[in-house]
């Protein structure tokens, strides 16, 4: 069983930084691929970022492309989303996933194991 963490979620203002952290308990998390999701108010929870458990391949949605970056650090059992030039579009519930397996996917239901979500708001 994997339990996962998110935090580092916040109320900030439009092009601000916030970089949220994803805490995994589990022996070897590289065994994992990891990714963010997110879901605002009145919508579907969408794909974000993802990264391969070796960290050697990433994925982003077209809308965070040179602005968010996905990395990891398996010695602390950690992923992070670092969120630049933040929009109030950026708002929802950020939620990190894993599966076991090397590479990443998109679908959400690739994903077995799941956060309970941190609030990222920006206002304008």
């Known amino acids: 069983q994997v339990q996962l963490v998110e935090s580092g979620g916040g109320l900030v203002q439009a092009g601000d930084s916030l970089r949220l952290s994803c805490a995994a308990s589990v022996r070897t998390f590289s065994g994992y691929a990891v990714a963010w999701f997110r879901q605002a108010p009145g919508k579907e929870r969408e794909f974000v970022a993802a990264i391969s458990w070796s960290s050697g391949s990433t994925d982003y949605a077209d809308a965070m492309k040179g602005r968010f970056s996905i990395s990891r650090d398996n010695a602390k059992n950690t992923v992070y989303l670092q969120m630049n030039s933040l929009k109030p579009e950026d708002t929802a519930v950020y939620y990190c996933?894993?599966?076991?397996?090397?590479?990443?996917?998109?679908?959400?239901?690739?994903?077995?194991?799941w956060g309970q979500g941190t609030q990222v708001t920006v206002s304008s």
């Open positions: 996933a894993a599966r076991y397996g090397s590479t990443w996917n998109r679908p959400l239901a690739e994903y077995r194991y």
